[in-house]
């Protein structure tokens, strides 16, 4: 402690050592915080305008607006909810499958299937999305919850396969062979020894595939619009609106699920799950 005090005092630069560091994390918890600081200020808003930095009045009227029978946001949170489920299902369906066989099997250009799961995140979406619509008209998918859920299934398979194969990676072999030699079948193997310990990360992908459903707006405006309503489209209508109460609350219920879903897959991936993805 003396030899500190010492050298701060030979040398006063040195004892301004935090004062950058102070500004760059004050930088960056503003960038970070105020926004949504922001965010919440609109949610309870009555009169807000320039040149007031604050709101005027305070209230929750707005609330009562977006939940009255009216106001559209409970159709649009349950099709969100009941579209994020289905995703994740018929996700989980295709990717445990798949990503077991990924993880156990000498696949043939294993890398090259993985990379396949990817080509939907490689083009613009804007495109893509145009000619789905036009293909899901002519079949009579366009403005129903299948068809928005089908759309969605097409993203949420790249987060649902990668980290399934990842998950079975992590699984030593050698157990799944210890059930089998005391006299299990190889499908009782995989649901009483593989299942299980894989379960951790395939929630996690669960959860992965239900944000990016719950967030998905161009897929669920050129496929399900205007018969499917969901949490983006009504907050993309009030935002270009103008009414900035009603989007601030619709983004917040958006966001809510988001940060307490990123807390669980924090304990659930593991760092031996997390090193194996993509390989």
Known sequence: ???AR???ARNPLAALW?????????LMAFFIFGPLFNLLLWTVAEKWYFPYSLPLEYGFSSWAKVFAPRGGAMESLTNSLVVALLTVVV?????????YA???????FRGLILLAFLIPQAFPNLTVYVNIARIFYEIKLNGTIPGVVLVHVSHGLVYAVWIATAAFSAIDVELEQAARNIGAGAFRAFLDVTLPLAAPGLMASAIFVFLESLDEFTGSYFVGAPDVNMLPLLLY???AGGNYQIASITALLLLVPSLVFMLIVERFLKADVLSRVGH
Not at 18 to 26: A, C, H, S
């Open 1 to 3: 402690m003396t030899a």
């Open 102 to 108: 990924l993880a156990r099997l000498k696949l043939p």
């Open 237 to 239: 209508t009030t935002a």
């Open 6 to 8: 010492n050298s701060a």
């Open 91 to 99: 996700s989980l369906l295709l990717a445990i499958p798949a990503g």
């Open 18 to 26: 935090w004062v950058p560091r102070g500004i760059i994390f004050g």
